[in-house]
């Protein structure tokens, strides 16, 4: 979850506690319905951080930049030229033993995509991988013949591949001969890589250095800045914003607070976002500390591996 602290006129002594109140390593502190029993009790608790859940509509407006490439309609194999007109060979993937590859399975089958480790290849011939696990534990049902969508991340490159399964091997242990992919279509991605987020932030700043503190969702972020949509103005190109956020990396979740100056203001049409009302920021991180741009890389690069087609 993500939290965002509480003011001090949220915590009313003598009453109960509309929501549960968390510190910032999500320690309860006080109850849904627990009463703030004194002046000191309510002391204490904003003295030790007290925090609550930040809840935000997110728009259910369709995301349609699922595809690894944008703009791209047809199936992935019907073209092996970037943009640029370039082509890809498999050797420029640089796939090794235990990378992990993600496994679109037909649309038939389920709609998600999964994880895979690369087992091994035999050029020309096969592509050994592990076979995909769903969110229940259950092993995927694949079949001899069906078309999977493969995508692997290599350096600055994103690319896509389709094959078909040539055999469900179940003993000794379960895995998947494909075959070889010989049409690679693929994308350069930025200096600074970029992936599609919906992380809630607590913003202060901005006009007038406000003290007041604002929810607005991170869209997008890099080792750089983000992308912060709000639902009103936060301030004017150079204002300086303090913001608060959690990223989620290796089954943890990272507190981080950094400051960021406002480098564009997009309106409503130019965000594209005249669904939802909101109003977007790119926001440049000022005087990032060693250790948080250690985690935002990391993250990153994790979303990258895992959720390649959540690059920007």
Same mark, same amino acid.
């Given at each position: 979850?993500?939290?965002?602290?509480?003011?001090?006129?949220?915590?009313?002594?003598?009453?109960?506690?509309?929501?549960?109140?968390?510190?910032?390593?999500?320690?309860?502190?006080? +109850?849904?319905?627990?009463?703030?029993? +004194?002046?000191?009790?309510?002391?204490?608790?904003?003295?030790?951080?007290?925090?609550?859940?930040?809840?935000?509509?997110?728009?259910?407006?369709?995301?349609?930049?699922?595809s690894l490439f944008?703009?791209?309609?047809?199936?992935?194999?019907?073209?092996?030229?970037?943009?640029?007109?370039?082509r890809f060979t498999?050797?420029?993937?640089?796939?090794?033993?235990?990378?992990?590859?993600?496994?679109?399975?037909?649309?038939?089958?389920?709609?998600?995509?999964?994880?895979?480790?690369?087992?091994?290849?035999?050029?020309?011939?096969?592509?050994?991988?592990?076979?995909? $696990?769903?969110?229940?534990?259950?092993?995927?049902?694949?079949?001899?013949?069906?078309? $999977? $969508?493969?995508?692997?991340?290599?350096?600055?490159?994103?690319?896509?591949?389709?094959?078909?399964?040539?055999?469900?091997?179940?003993?000794?242990?379960?895995?998947?001969?494909?075959?070889?992919?010989?049409?690679?279509?693929?994308?350069?991605?930025?200096?600074?890589?970029?992936?599609?987020?919906?992380?809630?932030?607590? $913003?202060?700043?901005?006009?007038?250095?406000?003290?007041?503190?604002?929810?607005?969702?991170?869209?997008?972020?890099?080792?750089?800045?983000?992308?912060?949509?709000?639902?009103?103005?936060?301030?004017?190109?150079?204002?300086?914003?303090?913001?608060?956020?959690?990223?989620h990396l290796h089954?943890?979740?990272?507190?981080?607070?950094?400051?960021?100056?406002?480098?564009?203001?997009?309106?409503?049409?130019?965000?594209?976002?005249?669904?939802?009302?909101?109003?977007?920021?790119?926001?440049?991180?000022?005087?990032?500390?060693?250790?948080?741009?250690?985690?935002?890389?990391?993250?990153?690069?994790?979303?990258?591996?895992?959720?390649?087609?959540?690059?920007?």
């Amino acid at each position: 979850m993500s939290l965002i602290l509480a003011k001090s006129d949220e915590i009313v002594v003598g009453k109960p506690s509309p929501c549960p109140l968390y510190d910032h390593e999500h320690n309860l502190l006080l +109850d849904q319905g627990e009463v703030v029993r +004194d002046i000191q009790h309510r002391d204490t608790l904003l003295a030790n951080g007290a925090c609550h859940e930040l809840s935000w509509e997110v728009p259910d407006d369709v995301d349609n930049g699922d595809s690894l490439f944008v703009g791209e309609e047809e199936s992935i194999d019907q073209s092996g030229d970037d943009k640029t007109g370039k082509r890809f060979t498999f050797d420029d993937m640089k796939l090794k033993a235990e990378d992990r590859l993600q496994l679109e399975p037909p649309a038939q089958l389920a709609r998600e995509r999964f994880l895979v480790k690369v087992i091994g290849f035999l050029r020309g011939a096969s592509l050994l991988v592990t076979t995909p $696990v769903a969110a229940n534990g259950l092993r995927l049902q694949l079949l001899e013949g069906e078309t $999977v $969508v493969m995508r692997s991340f290599s350096g600055q490159n994103a690319f896509g591949f389709a094959c078909t399964i040539e055999r469900v091997i179940k003993n000794p242990y379960e895995y998947l001969h494909l075959s070889f992919p010989d049409n690679i279509q693929g994308i350069v991605i930025r200096k600074a890589p970029r992936v599609k987020t919906r992380i809630i932030a607590a $913003v202060q700043g901005g006009k007038g250095g406000a003290a007041e503190q604002i929810s607005a969702l991170i869209s997008d972020i890099s080792a750089n800045g983000v992308s912060l949509d709000a639902k009103r103005t936060l301030g004017d190109k150079g204002d300086i914003l303090n913001l608060a956020f959690r990223v989620h990396l290796h089954n943890i979740d990272a507190y981080m607070s950094v400051k960021g100056v406002i480098r564009a203001v997009l309106s409503s049409d130019a965000a594209d976002a005249a669904k939802s009302g909101l109003i977007r920021h790119g926001i440049e991180f000022k005087e990032l500390q060693p250790n948080d741009s250690v985690v935002l890389q990391s993250m990153i690069y994790q979303q990258m591996i895992e959720n390649p087609h959540k690059l920007v």
